[in-house]
């Protein structure tokens, strides 16, 4: 191989390399374009959950509840179709899911105060499980069941406050949520700021 050709084809490794860089570079900037887009997106979601937590949650409980009044009417329209078999458990069912749909929309937040009581059971439970471990652990003489006790016992007072007061601990516990994802969110920002330098 001639000099001219070595050097002829070190310039197109180096014109392939710049290319290669560029792409890479363009990858990049559209992947942290694109990170810094949701982040926001979580931030401003966090800010309505976190002003506005009551809103929220009687939209979702609007959302749910004409889903089961929607599902209601259309099953009942369903039975009484003519030429489709439909059973009269089929407009039992329709009628059920209509009412339910109709007390959702009376009182919204209903929905999601139950599932701060599943929470709140659930916890509860982890509580427990929490101070069984505590027993187990304790027998082998490891200290560590200290730990448990005390992280049991805070975790089963937390699922007590969410079951007595489903209510208020919602307001809580959807403005917490909305905080994290602010937090979450900032972090990301600038940790793309950082790395796009």
């Known amino acids: 191989m001639t000099k001219k050709s070595i050097v002829v084809k070190e310039e197109k490794d180096e014109v392939i390399n710049k290319k290669e860089v560029k792409k890479e570079t363009e990858v990049n900037f559209k992947t942290s374009g694109n990170s810094i887009l949701i982040s926001v997106?979580?931030?401003?979601?966090?800010?309505?959950?976190?002003?506005?937590?009551?809103?929220?949650?009687?939209?979702?409980?609007?959302?749910?509840?004409?889903?089961?009044?929607?599902?209601?009417?259309?099953?009942?329209?369903?039975?009484?179709?003519?030429?489709?078999?439909?059973?009269?458990?089929?407009?039992?069912?329709?009628?059920?899911?209509?009412?339910?749909?109709?007390?959702?929309?009376?009182?919204?937040?209903?929905?999601?105060?139950?599932?701060?009581?599943?929470?709140?059971?659930?916890?509860?439970?982890?509580?427990?499980?929490?101070?069984?471990?505590?027993?187990l652990i304790k027998e082998t003489t490891d200290k560590r069941w200290r730990l448990n006790l005390i992280s049991g016992s805070i975790i089963i007072i937390f699922g007590l406050i969410l079951i007595i007061n489903p209510f208020a601990n919602l307001m809580l516990i959807t403005k917490i949520t909305g905080a994290f994802l602010i937090i979450v969110a900032i972090y990301d920002i600038i940790n793309q700021l950082i790395l796009s330098k």
Not at 76 to 100: C, R
């Open 41 to 135: 997106i979580m931030i401003i979601i966090g800010a309505i959950l976190f002003f506005i937590p009551d809103g929220i949650n009687s939209i979702i409980g609007y959302v749910i509840g004409g889903s089961f009044l929607l599902a209601g009417l259309l099953t009942v329209l369903k039975y009484f179709k003519p030429n489709v078999k439909a059973s009269i458990i089929n407009l039992v069912s329709g009628i059920l899911y209509f009412a339910v749909g109709i007390i959702i929309i009376l009182n919204p937040t209903i929905v999601m105060q139950i599932v701060t009581i599943i929470f709140g059971i659930y916890m509860l439970i982890n509580g427990i499980l929490k101070y069984y471990n505590c027993y």
